[in-house]
């Protein structure tokens, strides 16, 4: 049977639960791989649904009970059957509705692989009987299949050229004519005359899937796809100006420009993928602004310069941080985790569409000055459109200054691969108690400003991220440590 198949996730977060004695259930993020597949056949448009895998370690469950009987319809939050590991009983539930055609795995069979077919769902109750006879496609391993004869020819040259990278706006699209979307999806679109293969939509399911409500409110645009070449270690994003704002009834849609909708789709792979976690520490800002006020006196910048910014110290304490703590600057490389020997840093500077992270390059060796001039070059570049290939690249830590907006802390997203990313909120004066022993005053004012550090469990667990995070403090308090 000729098919198109389509690896797609049918659960939301919440759709997994975990059953106990309680009258409570906690929420369960499903791992899904290639357990729920559109088929494109001879049979009436369905899709075939494979066991869950329900933990990372997960590989096969059993089906104590089916809640649901075929040719039974179902609707969003419907549990269809309960499935039970070795360390617990969940509830599966169907997020969208949808007729189930055949069940391919009876209540009690034991050890089903995750993705192996467990039942079959349709859109129409009249399309039910067309499966009485189903059997699904399993996958063939491929190292049991006879080889063919091979014959070895002369090898010839080739040159390789790296292919394009499309960046495409649509999480929703995975390659081609594949698209996530849920059986009603499907069905909205068919009366709405769309084609989900051919249009760029960002579905609001879990992983980019397409619902029935984000068809209904698909207001057609031109969004371009662009396509860039991929040069060695890093991957440029062409600069291109976002289609026109779409006007509809009561409210107006601004489309994204290729660039941003990337980001957003790296962060929001990240959210859902990175185990965060997040550390804070309130900072004494007291020295370093005298050792800034002090550099900037030596140094005698020019008129419209302003020299050393706190900023730029602020960047110098995260790469003494990462050398103090170099398990942190570091990726997850799934079977292994890569530790770098340059502290490579990722400061965020613009705002909106013109968000942007140039990466400063081996930080921990370079002076206070070099990286002044480095972040001022930065902004000045984007002030005049000319961004260069480092704005898109990706170091080994991410700092992120919201001082300016008067933002006293924020928790920020890891930028994959990294590990680690800093964000600090504003300057400000606290009262605080008075650690001069010679002093009367029980109190004292210091300019004081609050750090959050958003660590990777899976490379940097709470010992280290604290660690990293008392190092940072103490340059910041003793800012003689930047000489070392």
């Not at 369905?46 to 319809?73: C, Q, Y």
């Not at 129409?124 to 063919?148: N, Y």
Request: glycine letters at 6%; charged letters at 20%.
């Amino acid at each position: 049977m000729a098919t198109t198949a389509l690896a797609r996730g049918i659960l939301s977060k919440s759709a997994i639960r975990l059953v106990s004695p309680s009258k409570y259930r906690a929420a369960f993020t499903p791992v899904l791989a290639s357990a729920h597949l559109r088929f494109f056949s001879s049979y009436p448009s369905h899709e075939v649904v494979g066991m869950p895998s329900l933990s990372p370690t997960m590989e096969s469950g059993s089906i104590s009970s089916w809640n649901v009987s075929e040719g039974e319809s179902f609707g969003a939050g419907d549990v269809l059957c309960e499935v039970e590991t070795d360390k617990a009983s969940m509830a599966f539930e169907a997020q969208d509705e949808g007729v189930v055609a055949k069940i391919l795995a009876s209540a009690g069979l034991d050890d089903i692989p995750c993705g192996h077919p467990i039942m079959v769902i349709v859109e129409e109750e009249d399309d039910v009987d067309a499966f009485k006879d189903f059997v699904p496609e399993l996958p063939v391993d491929a190292s049991a299949a006879p080889q063919p004869d091979v014959v070895v020819e002369a090898p010839q040259p080739v040159v390789q050229t790296p292919p394009p990278v499309a960046i495409v706006p649509a999480v929703a699209k995975v390659s081609g004519d594949r698209v996530v979307a849920s059986p009603l999806a499907w069905s909205v679109a068919k009366e709405k005359g769309l084609d989900l293969s051919s249009i760029a939509m960002i579905g609001t399911g879990p992983g980019g899937r397409i619902i029935a409500d984000d068809v209904k409110e698909y207001v057609p645009s031109a969004i371009p796809v662009v396509e860039v070449a991929m040069p060695a270690a890093s991957v440029s994003v062409a600069t291109v100006a976002a289609p026109p704002p779409v006007v509809g009834a009561g409210f107006t849609d601004y489309p994204l420009s290729p660039a941003a909708l990337e980001i957003a789709n790296q962060l929001t792979a990240s959210k859902q993928t990175v185990p965060h976690y997040y550390l804070t520490v309130d900072v004494t800002l007291d020295n370093i602004i005298q050792l800034r006020e002090t550099l900037n006196s030596a140094m005698k910048p020019k008129e419209g310069d302003a020299g050393i910014s706190l900023n730029d110290l602020i960047v110098k304490g995260a790469s003494h941080a990462m050398k103090a703590c170099p398990t942190a600057n570091a990726s997850w490389m799934d079977t292994s985790v890569r530790v770098y020997d340059s502290v490579d840093i990722n400061v965020i500077v613009g705002n909106g569409d013109a968000l942007y992270s140039p990466v400063l390059r081996d930080v921990g060796s370079r002076g206070v000055k070099s990286i002044s001039d480095e972040i001022s070059s930065a902004v000045n570049s984007l002030e005049d459109g000319t961004t260069n290939e480092s704005f898109n690249q990706v170091g080994t830590v991410t700092v992120m200054n919201l001082g300016m907006y008067g933002v006293k802390s924020c928790a920020p997203i890891i930028r994959q691969p990294q590990a680690v990313a800093l964000a600090v909120g504003a300057a400000e004066n606290r009262i605080v108690p008075n650690d001069d022993p010679d002093s009367e005053e029980i109190y004292k004012e210091s300019v004081m400003l609050t750090a959050t550090l958003s660590c990777d469990h899976r490379v940097v667990d709470g010992a280290v991220g604290a660690q990293w995070l008392n190092a940072f403090k103490n340059c910041m308090e003793n800012p003689t440590q930047l000489l070392l």
